[in-house]
């Protein structure tokens, strides 16, 4: 079923097998052809046109689709989608009349999508958009058809409000929210006195329709109420029942029965009897998101009432037709827990311990829609010091951190939802008491952190990991939250290639214009309950959670280490933070061990001295991770490796080139063996028969932290064995790195460290020799390395060196890895040593290189690569694209030039 449309769930009912009853069909049909007749007009039939929704054949058809449901769920289904669009089409209109801020801001509960970010306001938008509203709803009658649907949906609602089908009670929530939106919607325009021409019989058959939405919501809180009681279903009622030798039966419908007191049923109803992490949770789940729509939907509006006699000075506003005018002791309690309401105690329950990550998804939804009442409302009260605030941060607590990508997400959305609250009750009482002036003795702490109060030890770490989590709905919509509350980085434009901005604006900061110093002056504040927890995150079962906090860890060294207001804060907990990184490295998961490699150089950097006592260790875990079987965590080791020479000078660089010495030859011991066998090899069904299973590009949630040199992206017990030639490939990052922060006397990361060409010369002919072996298939993965690196190193030694020293020992390799006369060389070298030679022409000038290529031979396979490469470029162009580019792709984060 396609509920994408109106029009294609009509003509989803055409293809249901078995087939659906003929008057069913018939129906629909008739359906289609009024929508098709009323689209000369309108090319859009996502939405019905105004013409269709004022005809009593389409609502008449509406309704009978709703009654055929009761043997097939597909008709009812289909009638509570064209239901819902319907009145969303006609509450579009009152909307024009309103004013935007009285309304919710959509419900997020549609899974992993990225919430999208309007720059004036940062709730995410209605989930289902409308087309064109009508011109006006001023001439609505008490006769219209609008009408007779309003007062028929009630009872459909409540019999199928825990209807067996989950697309059904999804449908059931929908319809909810649009009811409550256009009931209150209606009730609010009659306030308003924007209804003028509406006679009293209309404004008396609105009048009906406010006891039925408030029946629609006693329903779903009857439903709830059950729910929360019954909390998790399970045999153990039934055992205790047995065990107490009670004179209690269970009947047919699993309800316990004999005293005359329902009980849980022994199975879920929806799920067929799952009752696991991943399906659905009996109608617990859909009736959350109902409840979350019909808060949202209720429309709200500030009416003046004076009080004591008719005396002016004594006003005050109410709010007709908000979900806390009418249903405020939900919220409320007679102490200061929840014990003694079953609505708080459920929602917390719910949000913080259901085993069900829909169930705990669809609670953060219900808590930010009443956050955002209570927001319109002014009710301040419940949102600073109340039982409801208590169960917020609790769910923000358990929701932030959850292993499932999807509640964390709903938890990302509530967070930005109660902090901006929060804010916004900061600012209007500060404007009001000091006239918009701070005062000064809280000069020196963030808006944020003034207004969260008590909740910022728990709140910042969680918003701070989850900007480098995994998933990157949360990862982007954590940075803009983070841009929301503490402001982006302003900075000059950049130069091409240098920098990105989408990388900086959602990092820490801080602006002299900022008060109290921005996001890095809170993360400074706070840094003992954020180091504390980005440990505890580097312990996580979650290999996503590992890698972030150490992405996170990294962030620390890197901007408050190197701030000179700042960088005694994080101090005290360097060795706190290298200990945590120092069990990433032994991690099974690789990118887990790759960050956490990256973030000690960048510590050796930031903290020397601190470092130093562990200087050893992380030196055999840097030689470790250089000749690791992953090619990146070999380049980010010797990232890293670059850092802690330029942390500690020339001991460390001879240690360095002893270790180049050592490793480059290793190829030369990698065992011969020809493609031939190699494919075979590959190709050999008895030798992956029975073995460990791999899923590279999974995202399972628990992967083992021990076990370095692993490889798998489960959890796997067996090795793959290092290789000794990918010791040669990981030096050739390490030379590059050598070459690019040290080889230029007048522009070295260190003074006393100067890495000539007595030194560099001879490692050099020696990786020019390594890479000409060919005795293993493996080797034109080391040469594509090397034509991949060997452009940054000739541009860090400068145009006349290189030509005049180095570019000899490698042209004639070149050329033979570009000509591949033999069909030797793979696809990914060849390409590779393409673009080397088009970058080494660039630099040293195609003429010059030509003619050195043309020295050995190479000449005429230089003018097919550059003839290739130009109509590479040419196809770019014209594709809209253009060589350089930054963006990979519009759905991934921005990507930047990095300068090592």
Same mark, same amino acid.
């Given at each position: *079923?396609?509920?994408?449309?109106?029009?294609?769930?009509?003509?989803?009912?055409? +293809?249901?097998?078995?087939? %659906?009853?003929?008057?069913? %069909?018939?129906?629909?049909?008739?359906?289609?052809?009024?929508?098709?007749?009323?689209?000369?007009?309108?090319?859009?039939?996502?939405?019905? #046109?105004?013409?269709?929704?004022?005809?009593?054949?389409?609502?008449?058809?509406?309704?009978?689709?709703?009654?055929?449901?009761?043997?097939?769920?597909?008709?009812?289904?289909?009638?509570?989608?064209?239901?819902?669009?319907?009145?969303?089409?006609?509450?579009?209109?009152?909307?024009?009349?309103?004013?935007?801020?009285?309304?919710?801001?959509?419900?997020?509960?549609?899974?992993?999508?990225?919430?999208?970010?309007?720059?004036?306001?940062?709730?995410?938008?209605?989930?289902?958009?409308?087309?064109?509203?009508?011109?006006?709803?001023?001439?609505?009658?008490?006769?219209?058809?609008?009408?007779?649907?309003?007062?028929?949906?009630?009872?459909?609602?409540? $019999?199928?409000?825990?209807?067996?089908?989950?697309?059904?009670?999804?449908?059931?929530?929908?319809?909810?929210?649009?009811?409550?939106?256009?009931?209150?919607?209606?009730?609010?325009?009659?306030?308003?006195?924007?209804?003028?021409?509406?006679?009293?019989?209309?404004?008396?058959?609105?009048?009906?329709?406010?006891?039925?939405?408030?029946?629609?919501?006693?329903?779903? /809180?009857?439903?709830?109420?059950?729910?929360?009681?019954?909390?998790? #279903?399970?045999?153990?009622?039934?055992?205790?029942?047995?065990?107490?030798?009670?004179?209690?039966?269970?009947?047919?419908?699993?309800?316990?029965?004999?005293?005359?007191?329902?009980? #849980?049923?022994?199975?879920?109803?929806?799920? =067929?009897?799952?009752?696991?992490?991943?399906?659905?949770?009996?109608?617990?789940?859909?009736?959350?998101?109902?409840?979350?729509?019909?808060?949202?939907?209720?429309?709200?509006?500030?009416?003046?009432?004076?009080?004591?006699?008719?005396?002016?000075?004594?006003?005050?506003?109410?709010?007709?037709?908000?979900?806390?005018?009418?249903?405020?002791?939900?919220?409320?309690?007679?102490?200061?827990?929840?014990? =003694?309401?079953?609505?708080?105690?459920?929602?917390?329950?719910?949000?913080?311990?259901?085993?069900?990550?829909?169930? +705990?998804?669809?609670?953060? $939804?219900?808590?930010?829609?009443?956050?955002?009442?209570?927001?319109?409302?002014?009710?301040?009260?419940?949102?600073?010091?109340?039982?409801?605030?208590?169960?917020?941060?609790?769910?923000?607590?358990?929701?932030?951190?959850?292993?499932?990508?999807?509640?964390?997400?709903?938890?990302?959305?509530?967070?930005?939802?109660?902090?901006?609250?929060?804010?916004?009750?900061?600012?209007?009482?500060?404007?009001?008491?000091?006239?918009?002036?701070?005062?000064?003795?809280?000069?020196?702490?963030?808006?944020? !952190?003034?207004?969260?109060?008590?909740?910022?030890?728990?709140?910042?770490?969680?918003?701070?990991?989850?900007?480098?989590?995994?998933?990157?709905?949360?990862?982007? &919509?954590?940075?803009?939250?983070?841009?929301?509350?503490?402001?982006?980085?302003? !900075?000059?434009?950049?130069?091409?290639?240098?920098?990105?901005?989408?990388?900086?604006?959602?990092?820490?900061?801080?602006?002299?214009?900022?008060?109290?110093?921005?996001? *890095?002056?809170?993360?400074?504040?706070?840094?003992?309950?954020?180091?504390?927890?980005?440990?505890?995150?580097?312990?996580?079962?979650?290999? $996503?959670?590992?890698?972030?906090?150490?992405?996170?860890?990294?962030?620390?060294?890197?901007?408050?280490?190197?701030? #000179?207001?700042?960088?005694?804060?994080?101090?005290?907990?360097?060795?706190? /933070?290298?200990?945590?990184? /120092?069990?990433?490295?032994? =991690?099974?998961?690789?990118?887990?061990?790759?960050?956490?490699?990256?973030?000690?150089?960048?510590?050796?950097?930031?903290?020397?001295?601190?470092?130093?006592?562990?200087?050893?260790?992380?030196?055999?875990?840097?030689?470790?991770?250089?000749? =690791?079987?992953?090619?990146?965590?070999?380049?980010?080791?010797?990232?890293?490796?670059?850092?802690?020479?330029?942390?500690?000078?020339?001991?460390?660089?001879?240690?360095?080139?002893?270790?180049?010495?050592?490793?480059?030859?290793?190829?030369?011991?990698?065992?011969? *063996?020809?493609?031939?066998?190699?494919?075979?090899?590959?190709?050999?069904?008895?030798?992956?028969?029975?073995?460990?299973? &791999?899923?590279?590009?999974?995202?399972?949630?628990?992967?083992?932290?021990?076990?370095?040199?692993?490889?798998?992206?489960?959890?796997? $017990? %067996?090795?793959?064995?290092?290789?000794?030639?990918?010791?040669?490939?990981?030096?050739?990052?390490?030379? @590059?790195?050598?070459?690019?922060?040290?080889?230029?006397?007048?522009?070295?990361?260190?003074?006393?460290?100067?890495?000539?060409?007595?030194?560099?010369?001879?490692?050099?002919?020696?990786?020019?020799?390594?890479? @000409? /072996?060919?005795?293993?298939?493996?080797?034109?993965?080391?040469?594509?390395?090397?034509?991949?690196?060997?452009?940054?190193?000739?541009?860090?030694?400068?145009?006349?060196?290189?030509?005049?020293?180095?570019?000899?020992?490698?042209?004639?390799?070149?050329?033979?890895?570009?000509?591949?006369?033999?069909?030797?060389?793979?696809?990914?070298?060849?390409?590779?040593?393409?673009?080397?030679?088009?970058?080494?022409?660039?630099?040293?000038?195609?003429?010059?290189?030509?003619?050195?290529?043309?020295?050995?031979?190479?000449?005429?396979?230089?003018? +097919?690569?550059?003839?290739?490469?130009? +109509?590479?470029?040419?196809?770019?162009?014209?594709?809209?694209?253009?060589?350089?580019?930054?963006?990979?792709?519009?759905?991934?984060?921005?990507?930047?030039?990095?300068?090592?």
């Amino acid at each position: *079923m396609d509920f994408s449309t109106i029009d294609r769930s009509l003509l989803s009912l055409t +293809r249901r097998h078995p087939p %659906l009853p003929p008057d069913v %069909l018939q129906l629909s049909q008739s359906l289609l052809d009024l929508l098709s007749s009323s689209s000369s007009n309108n090319n859009n039939v996502d939405s019905p #046109p105004s013409v269709v929704t004022t005809q009593p054949e389409y609502i008449s058809g509406i309704q009978r689709l709703l009654s055929l449901g009761s043997e097939r769920w597909e008709p009812l289904a289909v009638g509570l989608c064209l239901a819902a669009h319907c009145i969303e089409y006609h509450v579009s209109s009152l909307l024009r009349h309103t004013d935007d801020e009285k309304h919710g801001g959509g419900v997020y509960a549609e899974g992993p999508r990225i919430p999208q970010v309007n720059p004036s306001s940062s709730t995410p938008p209605a989930t289902h958009a409308t087309t064109t509203p009508p011109r006006s709803m001023d001439g609505l009658s008490s006769e219209s058809p609008i009408f007779d649907l309003l007062h028929s949906l009630p009872p459909t609602i409540h $019999a199928n409000i825990e209807h067996p089908e989950p697309r059904v009670r999804s449908l059931v929530a929908r319809t909810v929210g649009a009811y409550a939106s256009i009931t209150t919607g209606l009730a609010v325009h009659i306030l308003h006195g924007e209804g003028r021409g509406w006679g009293d019989d209309v404004k008396t058959r609105i009048g009906q329709l406010q006891p039925k939405r408030r029946e629609v919501h006693d329903a779903i /809180l009857k439903s709830l109420k059950v729910h929360f009681e019954w909390k998790r #279903p399970g045999v153990e009622v039934e055992w205790n029942e047995r065990e107490r030798g009670d004179a209690t039966t269970i009947d047919d419908d699993n309800q316990i029965a004999g005293d005359g007191t329902a009980e #849980p049923p022994r199975i879920s109803k929806a799920s =067929d009897g799952a009752l696991d992490d991943t399906t659905g949770w009996r109608a617990l789940e859909t009736n959350l998101h109902a409840l979350a729509a019909y808060i949202d939907g209720c429309c709200v509006t500030p009416v003046v009432v004076v009080d004591d006699d008719n005396d002016e000075d004594h006003t005050r506003e109410t709010y007709t037709g908000s979900y806390l005018s009418e249903q405020l002791h939900l919220l409320t309690t007679t102490t200061t827990t929840t014990t =003694d309401n079953w609505f708080l105690a459920g929602l917390h329950y719910c949000s913080v311990t259901h085993v069900n990550r829909h169930v +705990r998804a669809a609670s953060s $939804a219900v808590l930010g829609v009443i956050v955002t009442s209570c927001k319109q409302c002014r009710a301040y009260d419940l949102l600073l010091d109340s039982p409801f605030r208590n169960v917020v941060k609790e769910s923000l607590y358990a929701n932030l951190a959850d292993n499932w990508s999807q509640v964390r997400m709903s938890g990302s959305v509530l967070c930005r939802t109660f902090v901006e609250a929060l804010l916004m009750i900061y600012r209007r009482r500060e404007e009001e008491k000091n006239h918009g002036i701070p005062k000064e003795e809280e000069e020196d702490l963030t808006e944020f !952190e003034l207004a969260v109060g008590d909740m910022v030890p728990m709140l910042l770490p969680r918003m701070c990991l989850n900007r480098f989590y995994l998933a990157q709905g949360v990862k982007l &919509y954590s940075q803009d939250t983070w841009k929301i509350v503490f402001g982006g980085k302003q !900075e000059p434009p950049q130069q091409e290639g240098h920098g990105g901005e989408g990388e900086e604006e959602g990092g820490l900061h801080s602006s002299e214009t900022t008060r109290g110093g921005g996001g *890095m002056g809170a993360v400074a504040r706070n840094a003992a309950p954020l180091c504390r927890y980005y440990s505890k995150m580097c312990d996580a079962d979650n290999h $996503a959670v590992r890698e972030a906090a150490c992405q996170g860890v990294a962030e620390l060294a890197q901007k408050l280490g190197k701030h #000179p207001l700042y960088a005694e804060y994080l101090s005290p907990y360097v060795t706190m /933070l290298l200990q945590a990184l /120092l069990m990433c490295f032994h =991690d099974e998961s690789w990118p887990v061990r790759d960050e956490a490699c990256l973030a000690c150089g960048t510590f050796c950097l930031a903290y020397a001295e601190e470092c130093a006592p562990e200087l050893p260790t992380l030196y055999e875990r840097w030689t470790e991770q250089l000749t =690791d079987q992953i090619w990146s965590v070999r380049e980010d080791a010797a990232v890293a490796l670059g850092d802690a020479i330029t942390a500690y000078g020339p001991e460390m660089m001879e240690k360095v080139l002893a270790l180049i010495r050592k490793k480059l030859p290793a190829a030369r011991d990698q065992p011969a *063996m020809s493609r031939e066998e190699y494919k075979r090899l590959q190709n050999d069904a008895s030798a992956h028969t029975g073995t460990q299973l &791999y899923s590279c590009g999974s995202l399972a949630p628990k992967l083992r932290k021990g076990g370095a040199g692993r490889i798998g992206c489960s959890s796997c $017990a %067996l090795d793959r064995p290092k290789a000794p030639w990918e010791a040669s490939d990981g030096c050739v990052y390490l030379i @590059r790195e050598l070459c690019i922060r040290f080889a230029d006397k007048d522009n070295t990361a260190r003074e006393d460290v100067v890495i000539g060409d007595a030194v560099l010369l001879p490692i050099m002919t020696e990786l020019s020799d390594v890479c @000409r /072996l060919s005795h293993y298939p493996q080797s034109d993965d080391l040469r594509t390395t090397l034509w991949r690196q060997l452009p940054p190193i000739a541009r860090a030694l400068g145009k006349r060196r290189f030509k005049g020293m180095y570019l000899d020992l490698f042209i004639e390799l070149l050329s033979k890895n570009i000509d591949d006369r033999f069909n030797c060389a793979s696809q990914l070298s060849i390409h590779a040593a393409g673009q080397c030679a088009e970058e080494l022409a660039n630099l040293i000038g195609h003429g010059i290189f030509r003619g050195r290529m043309a020295e050995v031979g190479g000449a005429d396979a230089f003018d +097919r690569v550059m003839a290739e490469r130009k +109509r590479e470029h040419m196809t770019l162009q014209a594709a809209g694209g253009f060589v350089g580019a930054t963006q990979f792709s519009p759905f991934g984060p921005p990507m930047a030039g990095v300068v090592r």
